[in-house]
Structures are given as structure tokens and as C-alpha cells.
């Protein structure tokens, strides 16, 4: 049984349950979601709704999911890059190409595989089996510094953190183009394309608000190095926004272009900057992680022509 649970925020008040449900998970349809809330295996503050249910601000949905295979996730011995750790939370950089959590086909070599060597036992169980301490989750070739709850009182706090958009978030990425402009904000609503539901796209109606600082850090001749704050976090949000604006990540197929410079396995982004205050202490602390060197390689190549 893996447990999924959600706070709504302020944009989120007047949505169907089953439809935020939907924009907020992997792989759950609405007619699955309607099918839960039938079995009462989907609840809103600890009691059953129906599906026509509006969320309100605070509301705090959680969602029992039976797996159709019992699946074991298993402890793996792999090697991670530990920037901080106490009996509360572990802070890592994340490499890029590692999954956060198993998935249906990534079952073996994400970054749970590996906390669970690492931690033993000793992680937040509010995510369920498949996701245990993970708070917030960066993409698979996003590389960078992410927090992992080892109790559920540290868990339950840093969820807050982000459902108040209180955690410093900031990005490092490269993109096509030259932004004329020092800094700018994208303020532009993200939910699911239309067109394809496996992206995420700017949408005029349906979608949650996203807001993207973007600050340059350097220009060179057809492309800037910038750095990107993030208030939310939404899904892909600032691939999604740059490519809107047209200045789309270099070595993203996905939103960007299918011919790419140079050999980056992925997006160049990468989560330089996390900011949060210490669900114990009460302490802010900030963590930073260097871009890897293929990113750092990259931008020398650039600055010699």
C-alpha cells in the first residue's frame, strides 16, 4: 500500500478533489481517482468526500494506493553525495541521471534505493513504501541539492515549508539565446498540456500559479547562463517557462529543441541553492552544491569563443 498525501494551497480552493489529485500525482486518472474516493481510499481531512467535492485552502487529502504486484524496494549500496545530516533530515546533491523514487520501471538505483542503505530504517514513513522521506523531488537528469526527512515530525514541517513557498530554491541553467534584460519574472500558470499529457505546459485556464525569477548570470553569443529562483514548484516549471518565453534549457529534447549542441544527457539545470528552516532548531540553514563538471566544461568551451 503506498499512501500519497497533499495540503492545497490558496490556488487550489474551487477544484474538484479528483481533479487536483490528478494534476498533483504520476499516473493516477480521474476515473481511477473516482474509484478510490467510491472505496474511501481517498480522504480529505480524515473524511470521505465524493468526487464533485471543491478543495479549500489547507485541506489535507491523502490517498491509499494498492499496489496491483507487491513490490520490495531494496536497500542499495550506492554512493551518495551527503551535504548535511542529523536524526531529523539529510540534505544530498544529487547526481544527474538518478531517479528520486521507484517508479514503474525504475525500481533499483534511485536515491530511495540508495537512503535506504545510508539510512537503514531511519526515514519518514509518510510517503509510503515507495517514496520514504522524500519531500520534494527534482528530475531524473536535474542534478543538485535535495532534503530527505528521516522522521515524520521533520517530514510533516519541510511539506509545509514548501506548501508556503517559504524554502529558498535556486537553479543554475544554461539556455538558447541571448535575455537581453538583467532580470525578469515569469509569472504564467503551469498545468498538463493539452496536446500531450506527459508535459507540462503554460495553460490559460485549469493550471496551478507559477513564479520563475530569472536573473543572468552571463551572456554569450546565442546563449545565456542564468540563474532561476523558484517561489513554486510546479512540475518541469522552469523548463516549462523558459521554453514559453523562448529561451528553452540546453539539452532539453522534451520542451526544447530535438537537435541539440552539445552532449548533455538532459537538461543543463542544475539546483545550485537550498534554503530551509530546521524543523528542530528553528534555524534557517542554506545549502549549496557546485555545478558538475560536464556543466563547467561546457561553460569554458563557451567562454573561449
Known sequence: MEQICLTACEEDEGKRVDLFVSEETDGLSRSRLQKLIEDRELLVNLKPVKPSYKIRKNDFITVNISEPEETEILP??????????DKDLIVIDKPKGMVVHPAAGHYSGTLVNALLYHCGEGLSGINGVLRPGIVHRIDKDTSGVLVAAKSDFAHAALSRCLAEH?????YKALCFGVINRDELTVDLPIGRSKSD?????VVTSGGKNAFTTVKVTERFRTYTYAEARLKTGRTHQIRVHMAHIGHPLVGDEVYGRSKQPFITQGQMLHAAVLGFV????GQYMEFEAPIPEYFSEILAKLRKK
Open 76 to 85: 542499495e549500496n550506492i554512493a551518495l553525495a551527503v551535504l548535511y545530516e
Open 278 to 281: 530546521h524543523p528542530a532548531s
Open 197 to 201: 499529457r506527459k508535459k507540462m505546459a
Open 166 to 170: 517559504s524554502m529558498t530554491r535556486v
